[in-house]
């Protein structure tokens, strides 16, 4: 069975300052992805940046990049330049052959002004 | 906008009684993958359906029941609601069942079971 762990329930930071999510996950498949997703109020799930299992170089999106460290099975997420917009919920997910996901807990992110 | 649509967006249902949530696919998926994201908490799976056929399933009882149309669409089924399932209810396309393929979200049904 999969697991997703998110230790953090919440985090806050600076707007235009950096933070970053903690993500641990564990599995015994050999080929997936890994996911960070945005929930906002509005409550849809919004793809952040993702990861293949088989990479070794961290992927970035803009101002979102993953510090993906497959033996130890951690995947975290890291902010840059924080925007009032990027306040939401985040979780950490990976999905299996069928493409099915399983999500952490999530982290509750507030951006101060 | 994913092009992923959910009904009805809220919901009250008394406990016991059954529901029916629908989703409609992004044009061109074949793939629904249906959640239950309890408050406070994370999404977890309950089923998948690829080309009409169910093709994987959560830990889930089977009072959750679910169908795929041939357009795609799906609805998920709940018997005998119980407290506990109030939740928000999300569902996902996605054009395959591949781990390369990204999952498109609908906005969510929030059901709430009195």
């Known amino acids: ?113 | 906008e994913t092009g992923v649509t959910q009904s009805p967006t809220h919901l009250i249902k008394t406990r016991g009684q059954q529901v029916t949530l629908r989703c409609s696919s992004q044009s061109g998926h074949n793939t629904v993958s249906w959640y239950q994201q309890a408050l406070g908490q994370g999404p977890q799976f309950i089923f998948q359906y690829y080309r009409e056929e169910e093709n994987g399933r959560g830990n889930f009882p089977p009072r959750f029941s679910g169908l795929q149309f041939p357009n795609y669409s799906s609805e998920l089924n709940v018997n005998a609601l119980e407290l506990d399932d109030s939740a928000l209810y999300l569902c996902a396309s996605s054009s395959t069942t591949g781990t390369n393929t990204e999952a498109f979200f609908g906005q969510g049904t929030r059901l709430t079971v009195v």
């Open chain 1, 1 to 113: 069975a999969q697991t997703v762990t998110q230790s953090q329930p919440e985090m806050s930071v600076q707007e235009a300052e950096t933070v970053t999510l903690s993500c641990t996950y564990d599995t015994s498949e050999s080929d997936y992805y890994l996911f960070w997703y945005k929930q906002p109020p509005s409550r849809q799930m919004i793809l952040v940046i993702r990861q293949e299992a088989y990479k070794q170089q961290n992927a970035t999106e803009n101002r979102f990049s993953v510090n993906f460290q497959k033996a130890a099975k951690s995947f975290s997420l890291k902010i840059s330049d924080s925007q009032l917009g990027d306040a939401a919920m985040y979780f950490c997910a990976q999905n299996n052959a069928g493409n099915m996901l399983t999500f952490g807990g999530g982290t509750r992110l507030m951006v101060k002004p």
